[in-house]
């Protein structure tokens, strides 16, 4: 008996052990489970990047992987994705080509190659988005971008997010900021605007929209004039200009040989003491404008859709510190405005599925820190452009030999230099 006590004692203390390490490895067994990673929190999340890294926009594609690529190590060293475990971000980065057709192969074979990538990022230009839109929008992942084409935003899409504005809200803004501009610079109504522009047929449709803004806003056109390019002589324009006697003129052309000859003959007939003269163009805000016209280049006006601002400043200088750059150019700066914005977005859905992050960024509104370096606050109307205001551009001004930002006033470097009669 006293035998067989024994042995049944041992049994239970036995179970009892074999109890404890059960529990114990049901408990790690759990612990195990909530700490690996899962399609919701994983410790990386992956952002695909579609710009061109060769042809003749290869320096696009640069200036894209430098704004993002800054911005991703900012991000990732501060502590990644919190919602997500503190889950860094990675760029899976490939080239567009010279082509819509190379762009929309990109995207494919990035979401073949990477079926991991939660959102995407693509600059203009925009006949590659115009592509590349329907193959985002059937697989259904967001896809940031800053072409001004309309129809991104016009068609339907329910996954496209510009984070520039588009060519209408540009355009129809562009005069009416510039006449308020200079009605506050000068206290008297801007009443009379001389337009001129080259053959090229858009330049037409650009300079047709200021027209009709201008003249539902009661303003006089007073000049329209086109010129065939090359121009070969800018005498008979300036003439035609003075003659009107315009409160404001406005210019586009596609080549800026034929503006660095207007801007010469206008200095020669002393037309540039009294008329402010906005160039609509990219060729304005490049740096080969003031190192070709040196003196002349001053106060001369342009409207664009980004440039620096009184938020980018710091910016400027980490940018230019980092990559040992003089300027920060407007592509770089929207690529990294863009990644703190779909940080953000990835906060806010804490996971990395493409229909949540849709959602999130539908729901944003960040009124701090970087994602707000570009515009200020940020927010996207349910078209998926994002919410400018009542400007959705900003006015630009040589002034001592760099570009500031004259308007909007919240954004401005410098104060507007608006000649008068």
């Known amino acids: 008996m006293q035998s067989i006590w024994k042995r049944s004692a041992i049994t239970k203390v036995q179970a009892v052990i074999l109890a404890v390490i059960v529990v114990v490895a049901v408990i790690a067994g759990i612990a195990y489970y909530l700490t690996q990673p899962s399609p919701h929190k994983r410790k990386t999340v992956y952002v695909g990047i579609l710009a061109p890294l060769t042809g003749d926009l290869a320096y696009l594609g640069d200036l894209t992987v430098k704004g993002f690529g800054l911005a991703v ?6 502590g990644g994705i919190k919602s997500l475990g503190g889950a860094n971000i990675s ?88 006449l308020a501009m200079g009605e506050e610079a000068t206290g008297r109504r801007i009443q009379r605007i001389a337009f001129a522009r080259d053959d ?102 342009g409207i664009s859709d980004w440039n620096i601002v009184a938020t980018a400043r710091k910016l400027e200088e980490k940018y230019c510190e980092r990559y040992g750059e003089d300027i920060l150019p407007k592509d770089a700066a929207l690529a990294y405005g863009t990644a703190w914005i779909i940080k953000e977005a990835l906060e806010l859905a804490g996971t990395t599925d493409r229909q ?7 729901q944003l509104d960040i009124k701090e820190g970087n994602a707000t ?24 001004q040589w002034q001592n030999g760099k570009l500031e930002t004259v308007f909007p006033e919240h954004l401005a470097t410098a104060e507007v230099i608006w000649p008068t009669p």
């Open 73 to 78: 190590e900012e991000i990732n060293a501060a």
């Open 91 to 178: 760029m899976i980065i490939m080239d567009s080509g010279a082509s819509a057709d190379e762009a929309t192969s990109a995207l494919r074979r990035m979401l073949i190659l990477h079926p991991e990538v939660s959102v995407i990022f693509q600059p203009w230009p925009s006949g590659y988005l115009l592509a590349c839109a329907p193959i985002a929008e059937k697989e259904k992942v967001p896809m940031f971008c800053t072409s001004w084409a309309d129809a991104l935003t016009e068609s339907g899409y329910k996954y496209i997010f510009r984070v520039a504005p588009k060519a209408s809200d540009l355009q129809r803004s562009g005069i009416r900021a510039l």
């Open 200 to 301: 090229n047929p858009l330049t037409a449709d650009l300079i047709e929209s200021l027209k009709q803004v201008a003249q539902e806003l009661g303003r006089d056109v007073v000049l329209d004039e086109t010129w065939q390019r090359p121009l070969t002589d800018a005498t008979p324009l300036a003439l035609k200009v003075r003659d009107a006697q315009p409160d404001l003129f406005v210019c586009y052309a596609i080549g800026m040989e034929d503006v660095y000859m207007i801007i010469r003959k206008f200095h020669e007939l002393g037309i540039d003491q009294t008329v402010p003269q906005c160039y609509y163009g990219g060729g304005l805000m490049h740096p080969d404008f003031v190192k070709v016209l040196g003196e002349l280049a001053e106060g001369k006006l």
């Open 356 to 362: 949540a992050i849709r959602d999130a960024i539908l």
């Open 373 to 396: 370096v570009l515009w200020g606050p940020v927010r996207f109307k349910p078209t998926g452009d994002i919410d400018l205001g009542e400007f959705a551009c900003v006015i630009v």
